[in-house]
């Protein structure tokens, strides 16, 4: 079965560099979500799109930003980066049973 | 508003049982439990409705009750498998595009 798709699954940047994470969803899911997980953290939600608009927003800081194209897939671009924006990121999408999470993006920030 | 998650951490032995709790402070509408391995993503174990259901997933069940806005997931015969961080997730509504809410996690070891 399908699942969820995420690239690249490890990625090192430096302080102030940008990074694309992109996030490919289980067809038919309408909707899209990313999360953080910093180390023994629980996940935080970051943003969500249904249907290619956005639909709610978390704790996304504002040098985050995120967008839903045409073909479904989700692609949350990153600038200035921090060391503190070291963590797991996850997308996952979901149908009204639940949702499902990719393999995640490790985000390792030097 | 972030549901609170207990025990933090529990140690089993094999075959042993244990339950987990999940509260929140905000009248759901969802209660999702998820269990995660060091380094790798989530995996859903069960979603439960409002309604005060109850679910099973072989020696795993859940269940939700509405109206203390609580959910409690029961390990049965606990096996080496099991061992992991276990989360429930919230939602406050049903409508599309909304959100999961996690809980703080809680460590199982199974031990031989």
């Known amino acids: 079965a399908a699942g969820v798709i995420q690239s690249p699954r490890h990625l090192i940047k430096e302080k102030r560099e940008t990074a694309t994470l992109k996030c490919y969803p289980i067809?038919?899911?309408?909707?899209v979500y990313w999360y953080q997980q910093g180390p023994g953290q629980d996940p935080q939600f970051l943003i969500s799109f249904y249907e290619k608009m956005q639909s709610d927003k978390g704790s996304i800081p504002d040098r985050f930003s995120a967008q839903q194209f045409s073909d479904y897939h989700s692609e949350l671009n990153m600038s200035s980066l921090e060391l503190g924006d070291s963590a797991l990121y996850f997308c996952a999408s979901s149908t009204f049973y639940g949702y499902t999470f990719g393999s995640g993006t490790r985000l390792t920030v030097v | 508003q972030q549901p609170v998650q207990s025990p933090q951490a529990v140690i089993l032995r094999e075959g042993e049982d244990a339950v987990i709790n999940c509260s929140s402070s905000k009248a759901l509408y969802s209660v999702h439990w998820y269990r995660q391995k060091h380094g790798e993503a989530p995996v859903f174990l069960m979603i439960?409705?409002?309604?005060?259901e109850q679910k099973g997933h072989e020696k795993i069940s859940a269940s939700f009750n509405e109206k203390k806005q609580q959910s409690s997931l029961y390990l049965t015969a606990s096996q080496l498998s099991y061992s992991g961080t276990y989360f429930c997730g919230t939602e406050i509504s049903n409508n599309q595009g909304g959100k999961l809410i996690f809980g703080q996690g809680t460590e199982l070891s199974v031990k031989p």
């Open positions: 067809p038919r899911h309408d909707t």
């Open positions: 439960l409705l409002k309604g005060g």
